[in-house]
């Protein structure tokens, strides 16, 4: 049976030869969205991030990764057309991709590198409530640019598991830009799909540049599910994932 929710990472590194190896395993047209890339990291996040999603669903599913089939829903939320009740969701930055997989319930994952703000206060006043922007105005400066990551990735992981993503109107959603949210107890309560559960994640020592990651679900509350990892050799055997 699998569990309520899985979380998946992998680090966007891989030769040129798994590389090229990894992409042979994609569908033609993840093929061809791969070959649009003109930028060779964004073209190697892409297929990385790609095939670690089909890795995880054909170990969850026990099917050939080739078998699985997606789609999208009207406002681009992707779809996968072999068990309905299984739902996903994945983030990268460049150094880092996550999946996120649920069984019988939403889920939504962000995950953001964490850089210098030059346009910060045009940023909050696009993304955060009123309240919220009071909030984050009354914090010290070294403090500001850790909570406008920690209520970004936080809105965006509940907008996407929501459906809306970036098409949501996230100052709408309002969230704490507090930190701690560790067990689920982060709940937000939505007219349409009930409670959903927000966590921030601990994504351990090694990354080059700092990040934050936030995942939203409507699986029962609790301890966060643990982070397992790929790397590029398991993603050659897309049926097949230990970490």
Known sequence: ?????????????????????????????????AQAYAVEHARRAFSLTRAALRCVLAQALQLPAAQLQFTTAARGKPLLLNDAAVSFNVSHSAELALVALAHRGLVGIDLEAVTALDDAPLLVARVFSAREQAVWRRL???????????????????????????????????????????DGHGHLRLSDVGTMALYDLDLGAGLTTPHMAALACTAPTGPPPPLRWLNADALLRPGFATG
Request: aromatic share 6%.
């Open 140 to 182: 010290p400066a070294q403090a500001q640019t850790a909570a406008f990551y920690r209520g970004w990735t936080r809105k965006e992981a509940v907008a996407k598991a929501h459906g809306d993503g970036l098409w949501a109107p996230l100052a709408n959603l309002e969230v704490s830009l507090a930190p701690g949210l560790a």
């Open 1 to 33: 049976m699998l569990a309520p929710v899985q979380l998946w990472g992998v680090r966007l590194a891989a030769s040129a030869s798994q590389l090229q190896a990894i992409e042979a395993g994609l569908a033609e047209d993840e093929q061809l969205r």
